[in-house]
Protein backbone atom coordinates (compact mmCIF):
# COMPACT_ATOMS: atom_id res chain seq x y z
CA UNK A 1 0.00 0.00 0.00
CA UNK A 2 1.18 3.85 -0.66
CA UNK A 3 0.55 6.31 2.12
CA UNK A 4 0.04 9.76 1.42
CA UNK A 5 0.48 12.36 3.92
CA UNK A 6 -1.43 15.77 2.99
CA UNK A 7 -3.33 13.53 0.95
CA UNK A 8 -6.54 15.67 1.05
CA UNK A 9 -4.74 18.82 0.52
CA UNK A 10 -3.99 20.33 -2.82
CA UNK A 11 -1.24 18.59 -4.31
CA UNK A 12 -1.48 15.04 -2.08
CA UNK A 13 -5.69 14.54 -3.36
CA UNK A 14 -4.26 14.92 -6.67
CA UNK A 15 -1.84 12.22 -6.31
CA UNK A 16 -4.33 9.92 -4.16
CA UNK A 17 -6.57 10.35 -7.54
CA UNK A 18 -4.31 9.30 -9.86
CA UNK A 19 -3.51 6.22 -7.63
CA UNK A 20 -6.57 5.29 -7.26
CA UNK A 21 -7.40 5.04 -11.11
CA UNK A 22 -4.24 3.13 -11.11
CA UNK A 23 -6.10 0.78 -8.38
CA UNK A 24 -3.22 0.95 -5.70
CA UNK A 25 -4.44 0.60 -2.20
CA UNK A 26 -3.83 4.06 -0.55
CA UNK A 27 -3.78 5.36 2.78
CA UNK A 28 -4.66 8.82 3.41
CA UNK A 29 -2.61 10.96 6.73
CA UNK A 30 -3.88 14.57 6.81
CA UNK A 31 -6.49 16.02 9.24
CA UNK A 32 -10.01 17.18 7.19
CA UNK A 33 -10.84 20.01 9.51
CA UNK A 34 -13.91 22.16 9.19
CA UNK A 35 -15.22 23.00 5.41
CA UNK A 36 -14.98 21.27 2.27
CA UNK A 37 -11.63 19.95 2.23
CA UNK A 38 -12.85 16.41 2.16
CA UNK A 39 -14.79 17.05 -1.27
CA UNK A 40 -10.91 16.57 -2.29
CA UNK A 41 -10.96 13.20 -1.83
CA UNK A 42 -14.78 12.23 -2.13
CA UNK A 43 -14.00 10.33 -5.63
CA UNK A 44 -11.16 8.53 -4.46
CA UNK A 45 -11.27 5.12 -3.28
CA UNK A 46 -8.85 5.28 0.17
CA UNK A 47 -8.39 1.92 2.04
CA UNK A 48 -7.63 3.98 5.34
CA UNK A 49 -7.47 7.51 7.05
CA UNK A 50 -4.77 7.89 9.76
CA UNK A 51 -4.75 11.27 12.46
CA UNK A 52 -1.57 12.86 12.20
CA UNK A 53 -1.06 12.50 15.75
CA UNK A 54 -1.07 8.69 15.44
CA UNK A 55 1.41 8.92 12.38
CA UNK A 56 4.11 6.96 14.30
CA UNK A 57 2.93 4.67 15.94
CA UNK A 58 0.73 3.37 13.04
CA UNK A 59 3.42 3.23 10.82
CA UNK A 60 5.35 0.75 13.44
CA UNK A 61 2.32 -0.99 13.01
CA UNK A 62 2.25 -1.45 9.41
CA UNK A 63 5.80 -1.07 8.27
CA UNK A 64 6.18 -4.16 6.41
CA UNK A 65 2.66 -3.33 4.53
CA UNK A 66 4.19 -0.36 3.18
CA UNK A 67 5.18 0.01 -0.41
CA UNK A 68 5.93 3.69 -0.39
CA UNK A 69 5.74 6.72 1.11
CA UNK A 70 4.69 9.98 -0.98
CA UNK A 71 5.08 13.19 1.96
CA UNK A 72 3.14 16.06 0.91
CA UNK A 73 1.48 17.03 4.34
CA UNK A 74 3.09 20.43 5.70
CA UNK A 75 1.76 23.92 6.16
CA UNK A 76 2.20 25.17 2.66
CA UNK A 77 1.70 29.06 3.68
CA UNK A 78 3.99 31.45 2.28
CA UNK A 79 2.78 34.01 5.17
CA UNK A 80 2.91 31.84 8.64
CA UNK A 81 4.87 33.41 10.88
CA UNK A 82 4.54 31.22 13.62
CA UNK A 83 8.32 29.24 13.87
CA UNK A 84 7.43 27.03 16.49
CA UNK A 85 4.38 25.81 14.37
CA UNK A 86 6.22 25.24 11.25
CA UNK A 87 8.74 22.87 13.35
CA UNK A 88 6.33 21.34 14.53
CA UNK A 89 4.34 20.17 11.40
CA UNK A 90 6.93 20.52 8.42
CA UNK A 91 10.19 19.83 9.58
CA UNK A 92 9.88 17.27 12.24
CA UNK A 93 8.06 15.15 10.76
CA UNK A 94 9.90 15.15 7.55
CA UNK A 95 12.82 13.81 9.51
CA UNK A 96 10.81 11.09 11.00
CA UNK A 97 9.40 9.52 7.92
CA UNK A 98 12.75 9.77 6.38
CA UNK A 99 14.35 7.86 9.32
CA UNK A 100 11.79 5.07 9.19
CA UNK A 101 11.53 4.86 5.31
CA UNK A 102 15.93 4.38 5.71
CA UNK A 103 14.89 1.79 8.10
CA UNK A 104 12.27 0.11 6.32
CA UNK A 105 13.98 0.47 2.67
CA UNK A 106 10.88 1.86 1.95
CA UNK A 107 10.81 4.53 -1.20
CA UNK A 108 10.21 7.99 0.12
CA UNK A 109 8.82 10.47 -2.04
CA UNK A 110 8.19 13.84 -0.28
CA UNK A 111 7.82 17.97 -1.18
CA UNK A 112 10.36 20.57 -1.04
CA UNK A 113 9.63 23.86 -2.69
CA UNK A 114 11.22 26.57 -5.44
CA UNK A 115 10.72 28.73 -1.92
CA UNK A 116 13.87 27.68 -0.82
CA UNK A 117 15.61 29.73 -3.82
CA UNK A 118 14.72 32.73 -2.25
CA UNK A 119 15.00 35.81 -4.66
CA UNK A 120 16.63 33.71 -6.83
CA UNK A 121 20.41 35.37 -6.61
CA UNK A 122 21.89 31.84 -6.62
CA UNK A 123 20.05 30.65 -9.50
CA UNK A 124 17.29 27.88 -9.68
CA UNK A 125 19.77 24.87 -9.79
CA UNK A 126 18.61 22.14 -8.26
CA UNK A 127 22.29 20.62 -6.59
CA UNK A 128 21.82 18.88 -3.72
CA UNK A 129 25.34 19.11 -2.32
CA UNK A 130 25.67 20.89 0.57
CA UNK A 131 28.00 23.51 -1.00
CA UNK A 132 25.22 24.37 -3.01
CA UNK A 133 22.32 24.44 -0.75
CA UNK A 134 24.60 26.80 1.48
CA UNK A 135 24.47 29.49 -0.90
CA UNK A 136 20.52 29.73 -1.28
CA UNK A 137 18.40 31.97 1.59
CA UNK A 138 14.54 31.55 1.33
CA UNK A 139 13.10 34.71 2.13
CA UNK A 140 10.25 33.41 4.61
CA UNK A 141 9.59 30.71 6.98
CA UNK A 142 7.91 28.28 5.22
CA UNK A 143 11.07 28.42 2.68
CA UNK A 144 13.19 28.11 4.94
CA UNK A 145 11.70 24.97 6.64
CA UNK A 146 12.10 23.21 3.20
CA UNK A 147 15.32 24.33 3.03
CA UNK A 148 15.85 22.84 6.45
CA UNK A 149 14.94 19.43 5.67
CA UNK A 150 16.87 19.45 2.15
CA UNK A 151 20.33 20.17 4.14
CA UNK A 152 19.73 17.29 6.34
CA UNK A 153 19.69 15.08 4.37
CA UNK A 154 22.56 16.44 2.31
CA UNK A 155 24.60 16.48 5.15
CA UNK A 156 23.50 12.72 5.92
CA UNK A 157 24.49 11.73 2.10
CA UNK A 158 27.64 13.40 2.34
CA UNK A 159 28.73 11.84 5.23
CA UNK A 160 27.64 8.47 3.79
CA UNK A 161 24.82 7.61 5.97
CA UNK A 162 22.53 4.72 4.75
CA UNK A 163 19.00 6.13 2.99
CA UNK A 164 15.82 5.02 1.64
CA UNK A 165 16.11 2.66 -1.43
CA UNK A 166 14.85 5.60 -3.61
CA UNK A 167 14.52 9.01 -2.07
CA UNK A 168 13.35 12.31 -4.20
CA UNK A 169 13.29 15.53 -3.06
CA UNK A 170 10.35 17.69 -4.97
CA UNK A 171 10.90 21.83 -5.48
CA UNK A 172 7.70 22.50 -6.95
CA UNK A 173 7.64 26.05 -8.25
CA UNK A 174 3.90 27.81 -8.84
CA UNK A 175 1.33 24.74 -9.16
CA UNK A 176 -2.09 25.61 -9.86
CA UNK A 177 -5.15 23.24 -10.77
CA UNK A 178 -8.13 21.28 -8.99
CA UNK A 179 -8.95 20.76 -5.55
CA UNK A 180 -7.05 24.09 -4.65
CA UNK A 181 -10.24 25.91 -3.43
CA UNK A 182 -9.48 25.09 0.13
CA UNK A 183 -6.16 27.21 0.31
CA UNK A 184 -8.14 30.50 0.63
CA UNK A 185 -5.55 33.67 0.00
CA UNK A 186 -2.81 30.58 -0.83
CA UNK A 187 -4.92 29.58 -3.93
CA UNK A 188 -3.38 30.44 -7.04
CA UNK A 189 -4.44 33.55 -8.84
CA UNK A 190 -6.10 31.51 -11.60
CA UNK A 191 -8.82 30.21 -9.19
CA UNK A 192 -9.26 33.62 -7.35
CA UNK A 193 -9.72 35.26 -10.30
CA UNK A 194 -11.83 32.39 -12.41
CA UNK A 195 -15.48 34.01 -10.75
CA UNK A 196 -14.18 37.64 -11.35
CA UNK A 197 -13.76 36.67 -14.86
CA UNK A 198 -16.92 34.68 -15.14
CA UNK A 199 -19.00 37.27 -13.76
CA UNK A 200 -17.43 39.67 -16.50
CA UNK A 201 -15.61 41.85 -13.95
CA UNK A 202 -11.93 42.90 -13.48
CA UNK A 203 -8.78 41.05 -12.38
CA UNK A 204 -6.49 42.72 -9.28
CA UNK A 205 -2.82 42.00 -10.02
CA UNK A 206 0.36 43.71 -7.70
CA UNK A 207 1.88 46.64 -9.29
CA UNK A 208 5.58 46.33 -10.03
CA UNK A 209 8.16 48.01 -7.47
CA UNK A 210 11.00 46.44 -9.28
CA UNK A 211 11.75 48.75 -12.23
CA UNK A 212 12.82 45.77 -14.68
CA UNK A 213 9.22 44.22 -14.15
CA UNK A 214 6.13 46.14 -16.00
CA UNK A 215 3.02 46.14 -13.73
CA UNK A 216 1.71 41.91 -14.32
CA UNK A 217 4.65 41.59 -15.73
CA UNK A 218 6.69 39.84 -12.68
CA UNK A 219 7.40 36.23 -13.95
CA UNK A 220 6.88 32.72 -12.41
CA UNK A 221 6.95 29.06 -13.36
CA UNK A 222 3.54 27.82 -13.21
CA UNK A 223 2.77 24.02 -13.57
CA UNK A 224 -0.36 22.31 -13.69
CA UNK A 225 -0.79 20.42 -10.74
CA UNK A 226 -1.59 16.72 -13.40
CA UNK A 227 1.75 17.35 -14.67
CA UNK A 228 3.32 17.62 -11.04
CA UNK A 229 1.48 13.68 -10.59
CA UNK A 230 2.80 12.80 -13.88
CA UNK A 231 6.26 13.20 -12.10
CA UNK A 232 5.62 11.67 -9.02
CA UNK A 233 4.09 8.24 -10.99
CA UNK A 234 7.21 8.01 -12.90
CA UNK A 235 9.13 8.14 -9.73
CA UNK A 236 6.81 5.36 -8.39
CA UNK A 237 7.30 3.21 -11.42
CA UNK A 238 11.22 3.92 -11.97
CA UNK A 239 12.52 3.17 -8.42
CA UNK A 240 16.16 3.75 -9.35
CA UNK A 241 15.62 7.36 -9.76
CA UNK A 242 16.89 9.35 -6.44
CA UNK A 243 17.99 12.93 -5.81
CA UNK A 244 16.50 16.43 -5.03
CA UNK A 245 14.56 18.03 -8.65
CA UNK A 246 12.71 20.93 -9.88
CA UNK A 247 9.47 20.49 -10.61
CA UNK A 248 8.33 23.62 -12.94
CA UNK A 249 7.85 23.95 -16.77
CA UNK A 250 11.29 25.57 -17.23
CA UNK A 251 9.21 28.52 -18.75
CA UNK A 252 8.72 31.55 -16.60
CA UNK A 253 5.68 33.41 -17.57
CA UNK A 254 4.19 36.74 -16.37
CA UNK A 255 1.32 37.01 -13.97
CA UNK A 256 0.04 39.13 -16.95
CA UNK A 257 -0.13 36.36 -19.48
CA UNK A 258 -1.69 34.09 -16.73
CA UNK A 259 -4.39 36.48 -16.50
CA UNK A 260 -4.73 36.53 -20.02
CA UNK A 261 -5.59 33.09 -20.45
CA UNK A 262 -7.74 33.03 -17.74
CA UNK A 263 -9.83 35.31 -19.97
CA UNK A 264 -9.20 33.62 -22.84
CA UNK A 265 -10.66 30.14 -21.32
CA UNK A 266 -13.30 31.55 -20.03
CA UNK A 267 -14.33 33.66 -23.34
CA UNK A 268 -14.04 37.03 -21.58
CA UNK A 269 -13.06 40.49 -22.42
CA UNK A 270 -9.98 41.33 -20.75
CA UNK A 271 -10.05 43.94 -17.49
CA UNK A 272 -7.14 44.12 -15.33
CA UNK A 273 -5.99 46.49 -12.87
CA UNK A 274 -3.14 46.63 -10.71
CA UNK A 275 -2.45 47.59 -6.97
CA UNK A 276 0.30 48.44 -4.73
CA UNK A 277 2.00 45.00 -2.70
CA UNK A 278 1.39 44.77 0.16
CA UNK A 279 4.18 46.40 2.44
CA UNK A 280 4.41 43.41 4.74
CA UNK A 281 5.22 40.98 1.78
CA UNK A 282 6.81 43.37 -0.92
CA UNK A 283 10.37 42.97 0.73
CA UNK A 284 9.91 39.10 0.26
CA UNK A 285 8.28 39.21 -3.11
CA UNK A 286 10.03 37.00 -6.01
CA UNK A 287 9.94 38.51 -9.40
CA UNK A 288 11.69 35.99 -11.37
CA UNK A 289 11.43 31.83 -10.50
CA UNK A 290 12.20 28.87 -13.37
CA UNK A 291 13.07 26.10 -12.82
CA UNK A 292 16.23 24.16 -14.61
CA UNK A 293 14.54 20.93 -15.60
CA UNK A 294 17.70 19.35 -17.11
CA UNK A 295 18.12 17.11 -14.03
CA UNK A 296 14.83 15.57 -13.97
CA UNK A 297 15.28 14.81 -17.76
CA UNK A 298 18.48 13.25 -17.81
CA UNK A 299 17.55 10.76 -15.27
CA UNK A 300 14.71 9.76 -17.93
CA UNK A 301 11.17 11.58 -17.52
CA UNK A 302 10.25 12.06 -21.01
CA UNK A 303 6.69 13.34 -19.92
CA UNK A 304 5.45 17.05 -21.59
CA UNK A 305 4.47 19.80 -19.46
CA UNK A 306 1.18 21.82 -20.33
CA UNK A 307 2.05 25.42 -21.83
CA UNK A 308 0.40 28.08 -19.57
CA UNK A 309 -2.33 27.93 -22.21
CA UNK A 310 -2.82 24.88 -22.39
CA UNK A 311 -3.32 24.27 -18.53
CA UNK A 312 -5.41 27.04 -18.00
CA UNK A 313 -7.88 26.17 -20.45
CA UNK A 314 -8.26 22.50 -19.00
CA UNK A 315 -8.15 23.71 -15.36
CA UNK A 316 -11.10 26.24 -16.70
CA UNK A 317 -13.08 24.34 -18.78
CA UNK A 318 -12.35 20.82 -17.37
CA UNK A 319 -12.85 21.98 -13.51
CA UNK A 320 -13.58 25.53 -12.41
CA UNK A 321 -16.49 26.15 -14.74
CA UNK A 322 -18.43 23.00 -13.43
CA UNK A 323 -20.68 22.29 -10.85
CA UNK A 324 -18.62 20.20 -9.68
CA UNK A 325 -14.81 21.90 -9.90
CA UNK A 326 -12.89 18.41 -8.13
CA UNK A 327 -10.94 16.06 -9.69
Not at 68 to 77: F, L, T
Not at 87 to 105: S, Y
Not at 156 to 163: K, L, M, V
Not at 278 to 299: G, H, V, W
Amino acid sequence: MILVTGGAGFIGSNIVAALSERGEKIVICDWLEQGEKWKNIAKSVVSEFVDPDNLESWLHRNDSRLGAIIHMGAISATTETDGDLILKRNFGPTRMLWRFATENATPFIFASSAATYGNGGAGFDDNESEAALAKLQPLNLYGWSKHAIDKFIAREIDRGATTPPQWAGLKFFNVYGPNEYHKGGMKSVIAQSYPKIAAGEAVTLFKSHNPDYEDGGQLRDFVYVKDCVDVVLWLLDNGSVSGLFNLGTGKARSFKDLAAATFKAANKPEKITYIDTPLEIRDKYQYFTEANMQKLRSCGFGGNFHSLEDGISDYVTNFLSKDDPYR
